[in-house]
């Protein structure tokens, strides 16, 4: 594989990218799925915007379903995309209540963009199914997810 | 990784053969149009693999085959195109992409550089006020109700019935911006909810709107058909697609697709590609929600159009007809239609997959406006902000070996994240502004991942499809404003 994993600073916040030369890719860690999850979210959001501009003035709740655990990711993942477009909301900080192998349920806490706070780095257009995978590792799971740019 | 350099047999200068026996499970072989030089950046990613998977879809005819412009993408190259016949084949959303009709229009005029040079600054401030960019934008258009299906299904048509352009815009738009088999009851009401707002706005990333001087002319006689007189003259150039309305059917028919994939048995090495049979019922609702979004698009760049000739008009304080303000044409380059094609001496009704390329028909074929008819279809291919973008024509030759398909812009060499990493905001404005190129740009970082260094260049991968002979060079063009997102 292509893929230069950098397991240095970048493994201390859960998550790190990957080089796709039209788009990008999150490598996301956790001991755990539901961390997996978050993680991948919360490296997501750090592409579209710096989520340290983002406050925790109102919750969504997120809920996805899939045919299986890493179908769930991409629709956790797109579920958080349909919020920004749809109604403008940046999250900074997402906790995960119930995950099986075909639905997920979490409360996601951030706030509306506010053009004058949040510069907008990037529009993610959609998490994708290319090279998607979670997989068990030494530390628990790692996931990989690549995402339309 | 395999080592590309073995693995792809050259055919002559411009075509490089991947055997079936690359991958088990490749139905057909694939067919790269690139150069001795291209060829190295192609061979460092993981494109031409990707050329080998789509092989694998059932139904595919012909080659799996990338334009000179390919790059990795998802699923599909970027630069991929692929047909499956409609009686047993399949078709899948991600050979079209999450924007779908992602296109590109040009528009004339009869201004000359001297004419806008001293009013390009605020030219650009002004369209920048006057239409919608950016992430998140949200257009003037306030569609109530269930009044997006009736953009759904009439596409431009609707946005000219409304006023946004004249009947004639329609004449030269690629379907007459109104692809049939829309039917909006096959489209999910969360993207009807994001496309709503979003009508009308350019949106961010690669997109933009260009004002351009025509630099050089190759063929004389194809640019007069066109409306291009002479070297100097003003063009505009607007690229943007079906926004967040594009994006969510192709997520919503993802899902759909991967279930069908199980339940029709077909095994793909990428579950990007997901798929269905043609004439399945999850093939025929995506291809009735994908018509849709390629009604939205195309509905999109009309109302973009029609602010433009409106900012020229008050700028100029002359009205868009003294303006020679014409279409010379829209081209989608995401999308998949359903077309009849020669294979093999047979002809076959076929669904043509257009991932990141053009369609090229050639002087005669009956789908080229009647005013182009003897020179073939206009071919619009930008570049990247810095350098420059040809017009070209389709021909013959694309419509026996690629389905009446060429390339669709420059292909990017070097990521996003790279091309932040590598230079600054500062560097990529300087460089702008030293080769005369005026700019306004809603976010930094789009200004610097879309620097000309993140991009091949265009005319690299415009020569390749020339020599080829799937397009031939009509004009080449370069920008003197740009907005984008």
Redesign the interface.
């Known amino acids: ?2 893929f230069h994993f950098c397991y240095n600073a970048y493994a201390m916040q859960g998550y790190e ?1 990957i ?6 890719g999150i490598v996301a860690h956790g001991k755990t799925l539901e961390e997996v999850f978050v993680n991948a979210a919360r490296g997501m959001t750090s592409l ?1 915007v710096d989520p340290e501009s983002i406050s925790e003035r109102a919750r969504r709740e997120i809920v996805a379903e ?2 299986d655990t ?2 769930l990711l991409v ?1 956790w993942l ?1 579920e958080i995309l ?1 919020l ?3 109604e ?1 909301m940046l999250f900074r900080r997402f906790e995960i209540e119930h995950l099986n192998g075909r639905s997920i349920r979490g409360t996601a806490y951030g706030e509306k ?1 506010d053009p004058s706070r949040h ?5 993610v ?2 998490a ?5 995978k979670i997989e068990r590792d030494g530390d628990g799971f790692h996931g990989r997810v ?1 995402l ?2 | ?1 395999a080592d590309w350099k073995k693995e792809l047999k050259k055919i002559d200068d411009y075509r490089w053969e991947l055997s079936p026996d690359f991958k088990e499970g490749m139905r057909v072989p694939g067919l790269i149009y690139t150069d001795e030089r291209m060829l190295d950046q192609v061979g460092e ?2 494109a031409p693999e990707q050329v080998a998977n789509v092989a694998f879809l059932p139904g595919i005819v012909g080659k799996s085959l990338a334009m000179p412009d390919i ?5 599909f190259p ?1 630069g991929g195109v692929a047909a499956t016949r409609t009686s047993d084949g399949v078709v899948s959303p ?1 050979g079209v ?3 779908i009709n992602c296109g590109v229009r040009l528009l004339r005029t009869n201004l000359t550089e001297s004419d806008i040079r001293p009013r390009i600054e605020r030219l650009i401030a002004r369209l920048f006020t006057e239409i919608p960019s ?3 934008s949200e257009g003037r258009i306030r569609l109530k109700g269930n009044q997006i299906d009736r953009v759904l299904e009439r596409g431009a048509r609707w946005a000219v019935e409304e006023g946004y352009g004249e009947p004639e815009d329609l004449e030269f738009t690629e379907e007459k911006g109104q692809l049939r088999g829309a039917d909006p009851a096959h489209v999910s009401q ?1 993207a009807k ?2 496309g709503t707002p979003q009508l009308g706005t350019l ?3 690669n997109h933009f709107l260009e004002i351009e001087v025509v630099r050089e002319i190759y063929d004389e006689a194809a640019a007069k058909t066109f409306g291009v007189e002479h070297v100097g003259q003003v063009l505009i150039l607007i690229h943007t697609g079906s926004r ?1 309305l594009g ?2 059917v ?2 919503d028919y ?2 759909t697709m ?2 069908a994939v199980k339940k029709y048995g077909i095994r793909l090495p ?3 590609l ?1 798929c269905a049979p043609v004439e399945s019922e999850e093939g025929k609702a995506y291809l009735a929600a994908m018509a849709c979004a390629a009604n939205y698009a195309w509905a999109n760049r009309q109302c973009i159009t029609h602010w433009t000739r409106q900012t020229l008009a008050e700028v100029f304080g002359k009205s868009p007809e003294e303006l020679g303000l014409k279409l010379i044409y829209d081209v989608a380059h995401n999308i998949a239609k359903i077309e009849e094609h020669t294979v093999n001496g047979k002809r076959l009704l076929l669904c043509v997959h257009r991932k990141g390329a053009t369609r090229a028909f050639p002087a005669g074929h009956p789908d080229v406006p009647a005013a182009y008819r003897k020179v073939g279809q206009p071919v619009l291919i930008p570049g990247d902000m810095g350098r420059y973008s040809y017009v070209a024509v389709g021909t013959q030759k694309a419509l026996e070996e690629t389905f009446g398909s060429t390339c669709h812009g420059a292909g ?7 091309a932040k990493r590598d230079l600054s905001a500062q560097e990529v404005a300087e460089a702008l502004a030293s080769k005369g190129i005026t700019f306004k740009v809603t ?4 200004l610097v ?1 879309e620097a000309s260094e993140a991009y091949k260049d265009v005319t690299d991968v415009v020569e390749v499809a020339d020599g080829a002979g799937i397009s031939r060079k009509v004009l080449k063009a370069q920008p003197i404003g740009v907005i984008k ?1």
């Open positions: 594989m292509p990218f080089d796709h030369t039209a788009d990008a579209m899939g045919a890493e179908e629709a797109n349909y920004f477009d749809a403008g963009a510069e907008i780095k990037a529009q257009k959609a994708t199914y290319h090279q998607l690549i339309d740019l | 990784m990613e993981q790059h990795w993408g998802y699923g970027i991600g992409g999450f924007d950016g992430v998140g969360r909810t994001r949106g961010s990333g967040g994006y969510q192709c997520e993802l899902k991967g279930a990428d579950r990007q997901a990017r060499v070097r990521s996003r994240s790279a976010s930094k970082a789009s991942e997102g």
